[in-house]
């Protein structure tokens, strides 16, 4: 599989059912507004308020580049969660259990990297329901060998647009690893890890189908409610 | 290996030497000259600072939750053939989806997916199998309450340490506050009614003597209007704190978390 999505709109259509990444998205933009507001008219205030943020790392970079990385960083939670859910469902065994511990925490320390460079700028974790496939080694598998596909045509499709060569530079080191990752679950599927000389680029509309047809995430569970109790008191 | 061989093998060592110090060395000399190679532009450091792989802490304080995703039955054994020992609905009567404990899980390449959960139900403690297919996200929580009722004293853990601690109000001897393992399951707010102070939590602990109450008798954790009560047994079930404890409580407790009353 070879995909490239098109830009971080179109992806959280597809992928973002409660509105929770958008609305994240949204409000670290208006703190950003808010922030330049402050900086110009109060400029002590706005000073006290950006030595406090914890996105003095990303201050600098063009906002295209800060939408990539935020679409990279839904792509990152993707995976991380997925690779946490199988190790702590317990169900994996053998070589694959063991890919899935070392993937796992790669991930997990690239969400983490991601997570230090945006702040206050990035996206909140989505709810995932993996439905089973963390609790079945082949449905395991097969799901690992189309994630890792899907981040390396994600990498690759956005890396051309950014505008920071910094950013450019961590993307092309974190492509290559998740292509090695591509490469080992594939090889546990059973399937050739390598077999194209080059991948090429899939159209919009099958992006946007692949993303949907997962149906992985979803809206998180109401949990709260205003409304008075019936308790026994 | 034969001298021959180490012979031959040295022989061939030095042509590939002196292959390199004649033609290929002096090419490469030409090809990057030392002036050009400091010309280029150094690259620039990567954005993001990736640090070392982050391996996933130990489970023991971890608890699983899940929520039913569409009206489901559970059985006494991970097929659909076995008895149905409880009907679940997607949500609670306060509207908030039904929270479940997720105790385990059957998984086979072949077979559909069981997980077994405690249920909401009476008698208390039981438990249930669900098809996979029925359930929710997984959640996890690190957290744990315990609940006294000999001591009136409600505790919160964090990964196995005390974070929280106040006295409450538990059930009458008539009315008795249910002992058994459940779940906080729901989080109540603004609504208009001092008796349950500033906000409630709902449990999936049931009262095995208000079965008929509104609502199906389920025990809640909430704030009171006669701070003066506590700690004692003076309630229906439910588990009273004062408002400021209960809001103190509030911060710290996830919904999902393990609930003890013992």
């Given at each position: 599989m070879t995909a490239h999505f098109q830009n971080f709109d179109e992806f959280?259509?597809?992928?973002?059912?409660?509105?929770?990444?958008?609305?994240?998205?949204?409000?670290?933009?208006?703190?950003m507004s808010r922030r330049g507001l402050f900086g110009l008219t109060f400029a002590g205030a706005g000073a006290t308020l950006l030595a406090r943020a914890p996105v003095a790392a990303a201050a600098g970079l063009p906002a295209p580049d800060l939408d990539i990385l935020n679409y990279a960083l839904v792509l990152e939670y993707l995976q991380a969660s997925f690779y946490t859910e199988a190790e702590r469902s317990g169900a994996l065994h053998g070589r694959t259990a063991e890919a899935a511990r070392v993937v796992g925490a790669t991930e997990r320390a690239h969400v983490k990297a991601f997570l230090h460079l945006l702040g206050s700028k990035a996206v909140k974790r989505p709810t995932f329901n993996f439905q089973g496939t963390t609790e079945q080694q082949r449905p395991f598998l097969k799901t690992a060998v189309a994630f890792e596909d899907l981040a390396v045509a994600a990498y690759k499709g956005q890396a051309p647009k950014l505008r920071s060569n910094a950013v450019l530079a961590a993307a092309v080191g974190i492509h290559s690893v998740e292509a090695r990752h591509a490469a080992w679950m594939r090889q546990l599927f059973g399937i050739t890890p390598a077999v194209n000389a080059f991948d090429r680029p899939s159209s919009r509309a099958s992006i946007n189908r692949i993303v949907t047809s997962t149906r992985f995430i979803v809206a998180k569970p109401r949990m709260k409610a205003r409304t008075k109790p019936e308790f026994t008191g | 290996?034969?001298?021959?061989?180490?012979?031959?093998?040295?022989?061939?060592?030095?042509?590939?030497?002196?292959?390199?110090?004649?033609?290929?060395?002096?090419?490469?000399?030409?090809?990057?000259?030392?002036?050009?190679?400091?010309?280029?532009?150094?690259?620039?450091?990567?954005?993001?600072?990736?640090?070392?792989?982050?391996?996933?802490?130990?489970?023991?304080?971890?608890?699983?939750?899940?929520?039913?995703?569409?009206?489901?039955?559970?059985?006494?054994?991970?097929?659909?053939?076995?008895?149905?020992v409880a009907r679940l609905a997607a949500s609670t009567p306060e509207g908030t989806r039904n929270l479940l404990p997720v105790l385990r899980v059957v998984s086979s390449d072949t077979a559909a997916l069981w997980v077994k959960v405690r249920l909401p139900v009476l008698p208390s403690g039981s438990v249930g199998w669900v098809p996979r297919r029925a359930l929710g996200p997984y959640e996890t929580v690190n957290t744990r309450l315990v609940v006294d009722r000999g001591d009136l004293q409600a505790t919160l853990y964090r990964l196995g340490k005390i974070v929280f601690a106040a006295p409450v109000g538990v059930g009458t001897d008539a009315w008795p506050t249910p002992a058994g393992e459940f779940s906080v399951r729901s989080k109540l707010t603004r609504y208009a009614s001092p008796f349950y102070g500033p906000l409630a939590f709902g449990t999936t602990a049931r009262s095995d003597v208000l079965t008929d109450w509104p609502g199906g008798g389920f025990v809640g954790i909430h704030g009171t209007n006669e701070p003066q009560l506590l700690p004692g047994r003076i309630s229906h079930g439910?588990?009273?704190?004062?408002?400021?404890?209960?809001?103190?409580?509030?911060?710290?407790?996830?919904?999902?978390?393990?609930?003890?009353?013992?």
């Open positions: 959280l259509a597809a992928v973002d059912r409660d509105g929770a990444v958008g609305e994240t998205r949204a409000r670290a933009e208006a703190t | 290996m034969s001298l021959k061989t180490r012979l031959a093998a040295a022989a061939a060592a030095a042509a590939i030497a002196g292959l390199l110090a004649a033609g290929l060395g002096a090419s490469h000399r030409n090809v990057l000259p030392s002036d050009q190679l400091a010309a280029l532009p150094a690259s620039p450091g990567p954005a993001l600072q990736v640090g070392k792989a982050v391996g996933l802490p130990a489970g023991r304080y971890l608890s699983r939750w899940t929520v039913v995703r569409r009206p489901t039955l559970a059985h006494a054994a991970p097929a659909a053939s076995s008895a149905v439910c588990v009273r704190l004062r408002n400021r404890d209960l809001l103190r409580l509030a911060a710290l407790m996830p919904i999902g978390t393990p609930m003890t009353i013992r």
